[in-house]
């Protein structure tokens, strides 16, 4: 059953002010509670809602770190066959998976959307699987493992229609990236910032180390580029919010993303605001995507 709270439309009305002042994939059954369910509500404050955890990569032959935050809602002794949607919010370039929960309140979002938050390390990854480096294989990683891992140790809702991703910058393009390769994973996806067309900055941020020279693998750089996934899109198969802010680097590359998407007649929720490529606008952006999947949770 799903738990979706009523406070977002609230919210809604909040962000709808906001905005006008500013112009089955893996189905694997929920089987652990990773703590022991509360009895009483003074247990229920001591439950950590956020917890870090080691997820084996049998693809890379290593273990991946993820930061899990549960709502508070999930320790309800009440609640304890409730299972919950999971939002899966991914870092930029030379992050982590700490990012998130260190610049914004999740444990807040969490509870408020009642959903799961899952920030996996991606390392500077781009989030595809490289094929150059066997040690960075993070669509995989993402899709198939991570998805698994939550699914099989969290009370979620193992189905698509339950999941979302996005991403700022790096994640960004990872977040669509993965959800546009998997339709059968993710129902929703969205991007903040995304570097949505790599090919266009081929000497940054170490691309070169999973792609190789762009000089030498222009057309690898083009097919790793989440842009060149519109056509193969369909109308409907996924919601989908973008957006970015006006004085961004990567202005230029959302808004061609937004025409291509425009052509291809596939339907999405596009927003320019005024922002740079800063945690100030991401956060603030993370307000609006989580109110944008907690309707499409709801949405029956």
């Known amino acids: 059953m799903n738990y979706i709270k009523l406070s977002w439309l609230v919210a809604g009305l909040c962000l709808a002010m906001a905005a006008a002042a500013c112009n089955n994939a893996p189905t694997t059954s929920p089987t652990a509670v990773p703590v022991a369910a509360p009895q009483t509500v003074e247990q229920m404050e ?3 809602q956020a917890q870090v955890v080691a997820i084996k990569s049998a693809k890379m032959g290593r273990d991946i770190n993820a930061t899990i ?8 002794p009440d609640l304890q066959e409730e299972q919950f949607p999971v939002v899966y919010l991914l870092h930029g370039a030379d992050g982590s998976y700490r990012d998130w929960p260190s610049k914004a309140d999740l444990d807040d979002l969490a509870s408020e ?3 799961i938050i899952a920030c996996p390390d991606g390392q500077d990854s781009w989030y595809f699987d490289s094929p150059i480096d066997p040690k960075m294989q993070f669509e995989t990683f993402v899709t198939q493992e991570l998805v698994a ?3 099989g140790h969290y009370r ?3 189905e698509r229609r339950y999941r979302a991703i996005t991403g700022l910058s790096m994640g960004g393009h990872g977040a669509l990236w993965c959800a546009w390769r998997h339709p059968d994973v993710f129902g929703a996806c969205g991007s903040m910032s995304g570097g949505v067309d ?3 900055f081929p000497d940054r941020w170490n691309i070169h180390k999973r792609l190789g020279a762009y000089a030498d693998n222009k057309q690898r ?3 790793h580029s989440v842009i060149s996934l519109v056509p193969k899109l369909k109308d409907g198969q996924q919601a989908i919010i973008i957006d970015d802010g006006s004085e961004d680097f990567f202005y230029k590359v959302n808004c061609e993303l937004h025409d291509a998407l425009l052509k291809a007649k596939i339907g999405h929720d596009f927003t320019i605001r005024p922002g740079n490529h800063s945690w100030t606008y991401w956060v603030n952006s993370l307000d609006y995507h989580m109110l944008f999947f907690a309707k499409y949770f709801a949405t029956e």
């Open 221 to 223: 750089w083009q097919d």
């Open 149 to 151: 891992y939550v699914d």
């Open 198 to 200: 790599i090919s266009q």
């Open 69 to 76: 935050v549960v709502p508070e809602q999930y320790f309800d």
């Open 113 to 115: 959307y009642g959903v």
């Open 156 to 158: 979620t809702l193992p």
């Open 46 to 48: 001591e439950q950590p």
